[in-house]
């Protein structure tokens, strides 16, 4: 073979493999660019970067949005902490409704929406998730990230062989370097993760704020789905919470932090700050290992025949049915009420940490579905339009 | 610490593209097994360095 064909056919080979690259990675580019669109309610007092609490943040991908609602009437204060863990979508889509619908008449109210933005911005590897979700609404539609568990690749590597939790010195899993609710209480020298977590944990300290909701969704083969999981200080709240709640809207289960396992927000939180702090699980069969595809359908529904299989075989933790499935609306509606009842439930134990707050209800959830309850960006004020 | 880590960091990326531009001189210049399918292994492989070297992936 002469050398101008050899080259030819390298050159050939080189350049199909440039094209399989930038064609494979369109969506990979695409969910790394996106920005999602809120529109703020009328409340909303100041929006400020996470970094403002901690400099060690600034200008990485962790550097996030914190809307902020101070009613000016003196009372309690609030953190909803949403997208510690993206790929539970239903976090940072109960953050969006609140910061799109709150009404703080008492106390302060704090959200983010994407704790950790960096996994937000990377797909799961191996679960051939999709990228993005719609959300269907009135005026036609919203898409939001799903994003992956762990904090980018692309921010913090490489990963330890065994992750050493600070302070405890507790052996973890390599990958929870890069989880965000394995992090907490965080310290200025650490990784991006660990400078991530200290930057909340000084905002709650600096703000003094009453009581921090982090915000996840659970497998249902996991025993701690519908659940909320509570710091022992919490506790008595979150009992008071999960009674009312199983009474009157839908079953919720509380347990108490295992002092033995570090670096939750429900343990930390709870002993590095003088925050109540509350973990709140929904039952997201998306997330679990023994479903059909991993589709955009299935997050949005909930629906699967494998996982009716597993409730028919008594193997799940919550109750399950594939006709009617978990959907979205459901567990945004279900964090809604659960963070509502958890809020006035501080107001009851302790008088003076009451936050009068109001947003979309489980039952208006249920009623008319999440893509009610957000905002045309076209139609509305452009000083309340803001990027996450 | 956190200098440490990002010189560790960014280390990464480089090592990545040092792969790359080695795979690619080795797509083009190599005296030994000159066959299709090592050609075809060496442009595919450049891929995943490139994509780090890029921030991509």
Redesign the interface.
């Given at each position: 073979m002469s050398a101008r064909i050899?080259?030819a056919?390298?050159l050939t080979?080189?350049l199909?493999?440039l094209v399989?690259?930038v064609v494979g990675?369109k969506d990979?580019?695409a969910l790394?660019a996106y920005q999602e669109t809120v529109v703020v309610a009328e409340g909303l007092t100041k929006q400020v970067p996470l970094s403002m609490y901690f400099a060690?943040i600034a200008g990485t991908m962790m550097d996030t949005p914190v809307y902020v609602f101070d009613s000016g009437v003196p009372g309690g204060s609030v953190l909803i902490l949403g997208g510690a863990h993206p790929y539970e979508p239903a976090s940072p889509m109960m953050a969006y409704v609140v910061i799109e619908n709150v009404k703080v008449t008492r106390g302060r109210v704090f959200v983010i929406a994407r704790a950790n933005r960096s996994a937000s911005l990377?797909g799961m590897l191996g679960n051939a998730y999709p990228p993005f979700f719609r959300v269907t609404t009135p005026w036609g539609g919203k898409t939001y990230r799903i994003g992956d568990r762990e904090t980018s690749p692309?921010e913090?590597?490489?990963d330890p062989f065994t992750f050493v939790h600070y302070p405890s010195t507790q052996n973890q899993a390599y990958q929870d370097s890069r989880n965000l609710n394995r992090t907490f209480p965080g310290r200025p020298?650490?990784?991006?993760t660990e400078?991530t977590s200290f930057a909340i944990s000084e905002m709650i300290r600096r703000e003094k704020i009453d009581m921090t909701i982090d915000v996840h969704e659970a497998s249902l083969g996991y025993p701690v789905v519908s659940t909320f999981v509570c710091h022992q200080r919490a506790d008595d709240m979150c009992m008071m919470a999960s009674m009312v709640l199983s009474a009157e809207q839908f079953p919720m289960k509380t347990e108490t932090s295992p002092t033995s396992l570090r670096g939750f927000t429900h343990r930390e939180i709870g002993d590095f700050t003088d925050s109540f702090a509350v973990l709140m699980e929904t039952p997201e069969p998306f997330i679990d290992k023994f479903v059909g595809p991993m589709t955009e359908a299935l997050m949005l529904t909930g629906k699967d025949e494998f996982m009716q299989t597993a409730a028919d075989r008594g193997l799940l933790y919550a109750d399950y049915n594939s006709k009617t499935g978990s959907p979205l609306e459901y567990r945004v509606g279900r964090h809604l009420a659960g963070a509502a009842e958890i809020i006035k439930q501080m107001g009851e134990f302790f008088p003076a940490k009451k936050v009068e707050v109001s947003w979309p209800t489980y039952a208006d959830l249920m009623a008319r579905g999440v893509g009610a309850f957000l905002h045309d960006p076209q139609k509305a004020d452009a000083k309340r339009v803001f990027l996450n | 610490m956190i200098l440490l880590q990002e010189i560790i960091h960014q280390t990464y990326f480089m090592m990545s593209a040092i792969i790359a531009v080695l795979l690619l001189t080795r797509l083009f210049r190599r005296k030994t097994r000159p066959g299709l399918a090592y050609d075809i292994v060496y442009a595919y492989a450049i891929i995943p360095f490139i994509l780090r070297a890029l921030h991509i992936k």
């Open positions: 050899l080259l056919r390298r080979l080189l199909a493999s399989l690259m990675t990979i580019r790394r060690g990377q692309l913090q590597w490489p020298g650490g990784n991006l400078r | -």
